[in-house]
Structures are given as structure tokens and as C-alpha cells.
């Protein structure tokens, strides 16, 4: 089992940057491929990123590409999400998630076996 717990959110005004960051326990995850998801209100949960357990591959989806940065650290089992030049429609909760490494980048929240509970993100216009 891995149990996820991520922290790191906060209210942010447009424009704004913030750093979510996932800390790991019960197994390392130098094995796992990691990923953030976000949830709006009444909106589906959607892809963010995703990064191999090496690190080598990364996915980041088209409305975050160029302002979303995954990134992990494998020593100290946390991953983090650096999130610059942020706007309103970015407002949601953001949860990590992990799963054994596979040859694909999943994309999916159903290819991912364990979720944190998430953490608030709220960008103000």
C-alpha cells in the first residue's frame, strides 16, 4: 500500500505561482509512475501530469503545458507540481496519484491505483 498525502495549496491571485507537493509512506516510489489530477466543482477530474519512475518521461496536459512543472524526488519520496502564471480556471482540488511504473504514461485516473485526498487550490481574478 501507498498512502499519499499532499499539501501546498492556498488562495493565489491570477498570475500568481504556487508549489503542491505529495509525500509518500508505506512504500518507496522510485517504482511508481506519479501524476496530479485536478477537480473543479461539478466538472470531472482531469489529467494535470504525469512522470515515469525515472523521471525520464513526463506528460503535461495541453491548458497547464508551459506553466505546470512535475517534478519527483525519489530519495526523499515526494513529488511536486510547480504552478506558475496561474488563472481562475485553474481553481480546483489537486490530488496525486501513483501506480506501478507501466510502459505507457497513463493519462487516465483510472489507470492510477492510489490517490491522496488532495489539497485546494483557489486562484482569485
Known amino acids: 500500500q501507498v498512502q499519499l498525502v499532499e499539501s501546498g495549496g492556498g488562495l493565489v491571485q491570477t498570475g500568481g505561482s504556487l508549489r503542491l507537493s505529495c509525500a509518500a509512506s508505506g512504500r518507496t516510489l522510485s517504482s511508481y509512475t506519479v501524476g496530479w489530477f485536478r477537480q473543479a466543482p461539478g466538472r470531472e477530474r482531469e489529467f494535470v501530469a504525469a512522470m515515469s519512475s525515472s523521471g525520464a518521461r513526463t506528460r503535461h496536459a495541453d491548458s497547464v503545458k508551459g506553466r505546470f512543472t512535475i517534478s519527483r524526488d525519489n530519495a526523499k519520496n515526494t513529488v511536486s507540481l510547480e504552478m506558475n502564471s496561474l488563472r481562475p480556471e485553474d481553481t480546483a482540488v489537486y490530488s496525486c496519484?501513483?501506480?506501478?511504473?507501466?510502459?505507457?504514461?497513463?493519462?487516465?485516473?483510472?489507470?492510477?491505483?492510489?490517490w491522496g485526498q488532495g489539497t485546494q487550490v483557489t486562484v482569485s481574478s
Open positions: 496519484a501513483a501506480r506501478p511504473d507501466y510502459i505507457i504514461l497513463p493519462t487516465r485516473a483510472r489507470d492510477f491505483d492510489y
